[in-house]
């Protein structure tokens, strides 16, 4: 659905928003100087909200001091079960991007699996780490993440 919104230069232009995220702008060349009852705060946001005209009316509800936004770091499903196609995400959102370390030990404290990738700050980094669910057996598992600066670890499980 197309909205009006004024632009930082005072002029009027026509968004449009497509399935895949990106944003078209249309300059509204006989457009009024004002019109009445139309207001929009920011003109390309993110979750860092750098772009929002008045950063206190649009707050980042993720900015901590923490390196792991809380409630954000988090392994799913979990349990695994064989009805989740073996497929293990890890989901973790940092503050600034860090170069991270996944480490997963079994239950006993043998290494199974570690792996290295970047992550981006405030996203959801799905991706960034595969875990190779078919390598896991019955049991309960540990996963340790681990940064230049802080680690976190959350324990998981998986029936087979």
């Given at each position: 659905?197309?909205?009006?919104?004024?632009?930082?230069?005072?002029?009027?232009?026509?968004?449009?928003?497509?399935?895949n995220?990106?944003?078209?702008?249309?300059?509204?060349?006989?457009?009024p100087?004002?019109?009445?009852?139309?207001?929009?705060?920011?003109?390309?946001?993110?979750?860092?909200?750098s772009?929002?005209?008045?950063?206190?009316?649009?707050?980042?509800?993720y900015?901590?001091?923490?390196?792991?936004?809380?409630?954000?770091?988090?392994?799913?499903?979990?349990?695994?079960?064989?009805?989740?196609?073996?497929?293990?995400?890890?989901?973790?959102?940092?503050?600034?991007?860090?170069?991270?370390?996944?480490?997963?030990?079994?239950?006993?404290?043998?290494?199974?699996?570690?792996?290295?990738?970047?992550?981006r700050?405030?996203?959801?980094?799905?991706?960034?780490?595969?875990?190779?669910?078919?390598?896991l057996?019955?049991?309960?598992?540990?996963?340790?993440?681990?940064?230049?600066?802080?680690?976190?670890?959350?324990?998981?499980?998986?029936?087979?």
């Amino acid at each position: 659905m197309p909205f009006a919104a004024k632009a930082n230069d005072d002029s009027w232009h026509l968004y449009s928003a497509t399935d895949n995220g990106s944003i078209f702008r249309t300059p509204l060349a006989n457009a009024p100087a004002s019109i009445p009852g139309l207001a929009w705060t920011t003109e390309y946001a993110n979750l860092l909200r750098s772009a929002s005209i008045d950063p206190a009316a649009l707050p980042n509800q993720y900015q901590n001091a923490e390196l792991f936004v809380p409630g954000q770091l988090y392994i799913y499903p979990n349990p695994l079960k064989s009805i989740y196609n073996q497929k293990l995400i890890l989901n973790v959102m940092p503050t600034r991007d860090v170069s991270l370390e996944l480490s997963i030990y079994d239950i006993s404290g043998s290494l199974i699996v570690r792996q290295e990738a970047i992550a981006r700050a405030y996203l959801r980094n799905l991706d960034i780490f595969n875990i190779p669910a078919h390598k896991l057996s019955s049991g309960v598992y540990i996963a340790v993440i681990k940064s230049d600066s802080e680690s976190k670890r959350i324990k998981f499980s998986v029936e087979k």
